[in-house]
């Protein structure tokens, strides 16, 4: 029996891994504990603990480490505060592995205090490429990682170019989109009546043509936060067409995010725009498959959207060197430019699907190898 | 003119840039700046801060990190503090580049501190291998620092494979070798003199052989490190030539360490040996220089004494995967192997001099690199 | 020349001190720094820390301290953080007397952080009782600090009951109600364009008759938060009158009362009401004096309105056992009892002025006493 | 059945309420938790929490808190990780009631936890008077208690000056008195085993006339701690008795009292000296039973040397204020001072017994009254 401990510290890093969860508690092999920090636990982001615990999952330790406000201080003491809230709960649970997931700042106090407490750690989504601090964050967790489930054989190249040894990458597919093609098949209107109900705003008929907006700040320049979101909300308003706008996540720079979007709707634009918390993701992915175009800078524009066929327009540098399908246009800050991009994905319309990142069966994948339990040596550097 | 804020978290680490510290504050187009924590602060350790502002030097805040107890959390533990106190201080210094040493687990804290919140981070001795959680942080480091200052081109070649660009990477050797020459030609009774006023324990005459022991415990299996220093100890009983001990570093396990040498000298063996705390690191240098034998797992062995062809016995995995001269004899944890490699050592005596870790102008390369102020772009992985 | 450093944790607490803080830049024996930490830096909260750089107070540190979430465990955790944070940087600063103001949770932060440092404490508003958390947090600062400021007579005869010197109690008056003179005397038009601007909702004319709500949650009950606040939004809507409401401070059971009123609102109920985060303490004032009635339980309703003769309803335990005037209603949460008290306080209409909590000289005394540097000796309990 | 939780932050905390835990482990109606941390934990004092264990008592946490470092921002720093590191397991426990001990600095960290997190919080030992930063905190301990057990009538009637309600107050005496009579009858062997096989020094032989040194740092004046510690080993060494020296407890001017002991021992004093880390508390009351006299500021000479009439001699301002019986000699910090009293106690040998502090029943009587589990209602300040 393998204990393993998954560190979710916010709601699209649950959305990453459910699949694997899913697996994982139905493997006899396996005793699955959950604790959960960071945005997972505040209402400001929809509290993503309590989806977890109503999907029957464990979470044995909830773990206040958000400091906040909106300065790049903040990141590195809410990163501290995870360090050490999770290092006293690993070592009071002693589990076998530590799974963490993908790039946000505050994963590697995950991996720090797994790795400085001796527990062997398991990275989800390593290799990848973004191109700000989240990058810079993603590799330095691989090397402070054991073993490494990828999302494609480009990945692996990438773990193993910065010195794993390759018995321990396995190249699982990205979990993520295990739930893309049961998302697909979900009813429009469970969608339709989760947008009603949560959000504030103008009404949106989903059977009618729509955008979907989701914009995060951008980490590495995250001053021009709230003047980007007004681009990105004055070029929507020239389309004319309901949008449905999420707030971004907790980010420095989400507050200035938020402004934008408050003051825009002060001046009475993007009057037939409806203002959502975060949704489920399996409900988010339905939506976007209705979308006429995602708009912004959210790696689900280039994950999912690419197995979904869904016309994205990507602005920015946030997903730059990450690999992408033919449904991205990127561009960049300008009102204009992103008006025409956008005009234009709705021209097109759908696109085929795409399987970059994973074929669905990225979970299964992952529960088994830790399930199996793979014995773990000391961990050296593999000269190229 | 540049801010250059340099991190020291503990005494070795001073000695490895002190160097690189005197040429910055020669050079007019730098100011220094010097933030103390961990066991730099701690009179267990011998407070090297004061030995920093003695030296002329500007310690602009003391960070008290250092959590007690020798448990792995409490590196966990004091890493975190390491963040948020640094990150903090970054804040109100806003420096154009703040400089991380080494290897060090709690430097991760240092360098997750600046990279969070923008500021440059100058990685110094990158790219070297040592086999455990040292070598973890220290690619860790890399892949989050901007510019990278290498022993060799051996370092040089790993820093490029972890995906650093070429053009951020300097080979200007180590600084902690700049001393070495300065350190030969002091008189050998400024040492006689530290030893006698410093230690306790039997007094050892310098003038006649003897042998110096350093013994870190090893952060991967640090349960075992009482009974690897009764070993050790033993082994030295039955060689009969005086010894310096030193006492270790602060990493966990170093409780169990200091133990076993208390035990070790209740039990009355090693009658012939002198307890020291650190010594300034010229002095030590120069100790090291007279000595028939060092015994241990320091890095010195490798580095300095490869220099300065004092014979070594090198124990254990901790400085396993480091380039090495003709001068270490490697061992394991058994009492006669390391009895009898110790007396091989002793009868060969010195060996010649070996530039594999530089050639004594690191430190001025470096300030000169910082004075010149690269350019830094936002940064992104290299694929081979 | 002697150096205060004023610990701002919050808006509120500003308002308390400011006409000190303004008595000490003006005196040539007090140097003055301001350290802002909490809600003082947060956007939420209206990021008070500008407010004070823009009336000229040199602000030397910001530290973020605050945990984001509504639960009681991060009471504790932002008051851990106020601890380390303020002890680092009052051991930087080396003042000669550290103000503490009133009872907020996080203050016993700042008084721990001074007296363990060895800083002497001056308390602001000791003495005064309340009746839940506050009050524990309260006493306990004064049995921290070495000097007291109180507001009254009965607050003095409180702190020396508590043991206190009788030469270290200081009745000055509260400093918050030093500006209520010179705000009674602003322009209406201010405090219009000031919350035309700034709330959102309905548009409000304040020169017909309207009502102020500024309720905050309770923080012995606060699971209580989302009901009680949903009591009250009934009891107003039946009134009729236009509603100003003010957004709770940020206590556990804030989110929950920020629910209640994004609900209410969403459900179609108090159409006129308009939404303000918090106003410049002048102005909220002015706006005051305006209302018909000032409904929740703000400690603004017992003490500046005391002095205005500003119609009250105190509604539950908040404010019990604090002395209060004429103008005061006190009522349960019962949405009946609270409609009946307000209709009743509207008929009744303005009370004639009452100096229960000072007379407008406050800041000045203590800037007096500070300035002239009162020798403090070892403190001891002095028996009744 | 009540779960109570205990919080231990250091070894002469555990002795204050051994006999209290005892006391509730037997009692049908009481779950009992114990929460180790700050030097509880640490081998430098003694590692009380395997005695803990040893004893049978349930250890569900240990919590590194103690950030290591001489100077008075670490007695904050530890503060604050007590209080995050308490709050998170009270939250995870959800006990009934929480124990804090007496006045050590971080135990207000356990009262701010378990207060805030809305447990009610029990003080043992308060109402005593010590006269320095001691004082502060305990009387502020009290402020933020629900329960008071206390040891006198004396401290009681100081209780209830603080404003606490009559019915909260009860007067138990001290639990840490409770061993006194079971200790005195123990055999001197086994005494003489601990300090032979403990200790290092001299032998000394406990059938012969002996003097104990306990003498702790002054927290007011913690810089003067080095000389004074040198005044009392002049002293001592001018009787010319063999002397059992105990180190001090962890705070702040620790380290300069263990380096006057290293200092006077390398220079030749006290040659009849022996060097002790904390034994057992039964064995060291054992111990000072056979002393011919107890030498240093320890409140065990004023408390539990009173009822086992050992002679005192007690240096200096730390137990001021405190009630004492016939037994202690009070001196100032001077040599000739010191050894005159020493000599003349020497000479007048033992006391009657003193029953100050308690009759031996004290823990026994807090487990009942919180089996019996007291309701507990809203706290108010109760005016005299």
């Known amino acids: 029996m393998k204990h393993v401990c998954v560190a979710i510290t916010a709601r699209p890093s649950y959305s990453r891994v459910r699949s694997a969860l899913t697996a994982m508690q139905a493997d006899p092999g396996i005793r699955l504990s959950v604790v959960c920090s960071g945005s997972a636990l505040l209402d400001r982001y929809g509290r993503v603990v309590d989806n977890i615990r109503a999907d029957g999952f464990d979470v044995v330790e909830e773990l206040y480490t958000f400091v906040e406000g909106g300065e790049l201080v903040n990141m590195a003491a809410t990163t501290a505060n995870t360090i050490s809230g999770t290092a006293q709960t690993l070592t009071r649970l002693k589990p076998d592995y530590v799974v963490s997931i993908a790039d946000r700042y505050e994963t590697i106090g995950t991996a720090i205090a797994a790795s400085y407490c001796g527990f062997p750690l398991v990275h989800v989504q390593g290799g990848e490429v973004t191109g700000n601090i989240d990058e810079r964050v993603r590799h330095a967790v691989t090397k402070l990682s054991d073993l490494h489930m990828v999302a494609n054989e480009e990945a692996a190249r990438r773990v193993r170019q910065l010195g794993e040894h390759p018995d321990t990458i396995h190249v699982t597919g990205c979990p993520s989109l295990d739930i893309v093609d049961d998302a697909m098949a979900g009813p429009l209107s469970e969608v339709q009546q989760a947008v009603d109900t949560q959000g504030v705003?103008?009404?949106?008929?989903?059977?009618?043509?729509?955008?979907?907006?989701?914009?995060?700040?951008?980490?590495?320049?995250?001053?021009?936060?709230?003047?980007?979101?007004?681009?990105?909300?004055?070029?929507?308003?020239?389309?004319?067409?309901?949008?449905?706008?999420?707030?971004?996540?907790?980010?420095?720079?989400?507050?200035?995010?938020?402004?934008?979007?408050?003051?825009?709707?002060?001046?009475?634009?993007?009057?037939?725009?409806?203002?959502?918390?975060?949704?489920?993701?399996?409900?988010?992915?339905?939506?976007?498959?209705?979308?006429?175009?995602?708009?912004?800078?959210?790696?689900?524009?280039?994950?999912?959207?690419?197995?979904?066929?869904?016309?994205?327009?990507?602005?920015?540098?946030?997903?730059?060197?990450?690999?992408?399908?033919?449904?991205?246009?990127?561009?960049?800050?300008?009102?204009?430019?992103?008006?025409?991009?956008?005009?234009?994905?709705?021209?097109?319309?759908?696109?085929?699907?795409?399987?970059?990142?994973?074929?669905?069966?990225?979970?299964?994948?992952?529960?088994?190898?830790?399930?199996?339990?793979?014995?773990l040596t000391s961990k050296r550097f593999q000269d190229a």
């Open 201 to 375: 705003g103008a009404h949106v008929d989903l059977s009618e043509p729509f955008i979907v907006l989701l914009q995060h700040p951008e980490t590495d320049s995250h001053g021009a936060s709230y003047e980007r979101m007004c681009i990105t909300l004055h070029a929507l308003d020239s389309i004319g067409l309901p949008v449905l706008v999420f707030w971004p996540n907790v980010d420095a720079g989400s507050d200035a995010t938020s402004k934008a979007i408050r003051v825009v709707r002060e001046n009475g634009l993007m009057t037939r725009a409806r203002y959502n918390k975060n949704l489920d993701g399996r409900i988010f992915l339905r939506l976007l498959k209705e979308a006429c175009c995602l708009l912004g800078n959210s790696s689900v524009g280039v994950r999912e959207c690419s197995l979904m066929g869904v016309p994205v327009v990507n602005i920015g540098d946030r997903q730059i060197g990450r690999a992408r399908g033919a449904n991205v246009r990127d561009t960049v800050w300008d009102q204009e430019v992103i008006a025409t991009a956008v005009r234009e994905q709705i021209t097109h319309g759908r696109y085929p699907a795409d399987y970059l990142y994973g074929d669905g069966g990225a979970g299964a994948r992952i529960a088994r190898i830790l399930s199996a339990g793979p014995v």
